[in-house]
């Protein structure tokens, strides 16, 4: 059993079977990595997992994935197919102390030729320093590090320790893997879960990827004695849903708005619905998703129809009126108006290229014919002499030359044929013959 600080014994043996009472997930721990479900693309014999097995050598590693889907029992089975003595710590409980004791073991051990595999739990939560005190004891070979994390590494882990790494990403448990999942907890139970077939695929949507909780779920359903068989509807009742997994400032968040965003842009409003949705249930402040959906508005409809951005703000004053959930409807009609608008980023890279050319021009003096002269000493120095009033020309347009001498004129503005740039293109086109005209 873990001790306090979340450390275990170490196991020179694969561990004993769990007790009868035990709870039903630990009963069902996999005995070898060719009984762990839902990660066959690590695993099986073409899998990194299946390979090091293979040639009985372990690199340092990182498991990443979601919770319930097999990261623990993978460390622990890696240790018994290699041989190796398996320490188990929790990031969560654990300090330096526990480290520094950990490690120490575990050189004592390397001088019996006895090398040690260290799994630690939630590895993400050791901060920089601490993670950096793995580095020595992994490039000399004491311990064979293990860290599984929920959490994306490239943001949570050192790169120093990711370089000594390698990072294996699990897979969510898709509906085939929980399905197996209940098929063998039914097969240790001797009897089937009471539901009905439509029930029990309701129990499998909603464990959302995560097996542990599938396994609880489904021991409830074995404890409570029921004697004829649950539907869809008293499953609900009886149980809930898993909360879905989403931090508001980590991976969940980022990637769902990544989802609504490019849905957005790809004229897609159903499933642009779809992820607006998901981010509200999970709890997503309404305000940063308007916030977001303003910068759509600027970045992937532009001027193919201005109205996008009027729309935007108004969801925003609607729900600052409203409030959750009824001003939500006003966030969600503004994402149908973004997603079924006419698309154009040209307004988004004109304004990066114009920034790129005012950082590389410098200070560059505008035409001293478009320059305010407010005191007798500028006039006489040539500011605003000969400049075309443009209201008091042909068409309300001089075609004066804009651009400072030493840059010359640039195009960084080009409309689509999309929406109202159509217009927009016709009267550039209009202007510039027009210009041609009057410089000729």
């Known amino acids: 059993m873990p001790d306090l600080f979340g450390a275990e014994p170490p196991q020179d043996a694969p561990a004993s079977a769990p007790p009868a009472g ?7 721990r996999p005995a070898s990595l060719d009984e762990v479900i839902g990660q066959e693309h ?3 014999p073409t899998g990194a997992i299946g390979r090091m097995v293979a040639v009985g050598r372990l690199s340092s590693m990182i498991l990443w994935g979601p919770p319930g889907t097999g990261k623990t029992s993978i460390a622990r089975l890696l240790a018994d197919a290699v041989g190796l003595r398996f320490v188990a710590i929790s990031a969560v409980f654990s300090g330096v102390a ?3 004791k950990a490690f120490a073991e575990a050189r004592e051990h390397a001088r019996l030729d006895r090398r040690t595999l260290l799994f630690v739990d939630e590895i993400h939560r050791f901060n920089r320093a601490q993670q950096d005190g793995f580095l020595p004891y992994v490039e000399d070979g004491t311990v064979v590090l293990v860290g599984a994390t929920t959490e994306n590494p490239s943001f949570e882990l050192n790169a120093a320790l990711l370089s000594r790494a390698q990072v294996l990403i699990l897979n969510r448990l898709d509906s085939a893997a929980l399905t197996r999942l209940l098929d063998r907890a039914e097969q240790l139970e001797e009897r089937p879960l009471p539901l009905t077939p439509e029930a029990r695929e309701s129990l499998v949507a909603s464990a959302d990827g995560d097996g542990r909780f599938l396994l ?3 021991e409830t359903l074995f404890s409570v004695g029921l004697t004829q068989p649950l539907d869809p509807g008293a499953l609900a009742q009886l149980l809930h849903r898993r909360v879905a997994v989403y931090d508001k400032d980590r991976e969940g968040h980022y990637h769902l708005i990544s989802a609504l965003h490019k849905s957005v842009r790809g004229s897609d409003p159903q499933a642009a619905l779809y992820y607006l949705a998901r981010m509200l249930v999970a709890g997503e402040e309404p305000l940063y998703l308007l916030r977001r959906i303003v910068r759509m508005a600027s970045e992937d409809i532009g001027l193919a129809d201005p109205q996008a951005l009027v729309q935007c703000l108004a969801a925003k004053e609607a729900y600052d009126f409203l409030g959750s959930p009824e001003g939500e409807l006003a966030i969600a009609n503004a994402v149908l108006y973004l997603a079924t608008a006419p698309k154009s ?3 988004y890279m004109a304004h990066k290229a114009a920034s790129r050319a005012a950082k590389d021009t410098g200070s560059l003096m505008p035409p001293k014919t478009i320059l305010n002269a407010p005191t007798k000493l500028m006039k006489s120095a040539g ?3 000969g400049y075309s009033y443009d209201h008091d ?12 001498e030493e ?3 640039q195009t960084f503005y080009t409309p689509t044929p999309r929406g109202f740039e159509a217009k927009i293109a016709e009267r550039l086109a209009y202007w510039q013959t027009l210009r041609e005209e009057r410089r000729a």
């Open 22 to 28: 035990a709870p039903l997930a630990d009963r069902l």
């Open 383 to 385: 500011y605003g002499k």
């Open 345 to 347: 980023n040209a307004g």
């Open 42 to 44: 690590l695993t099986g």
């Open 407 to 409: 840059m010359g004129a």
């Open 393 to 404: 020309a042909p068409d309300a347009f001089s075609g004066d030359d804009y651009w400072p």
């Open 98 to 100: 526990d480290l520094k």
């Open 216 to 218: 609880n779920q489904a």
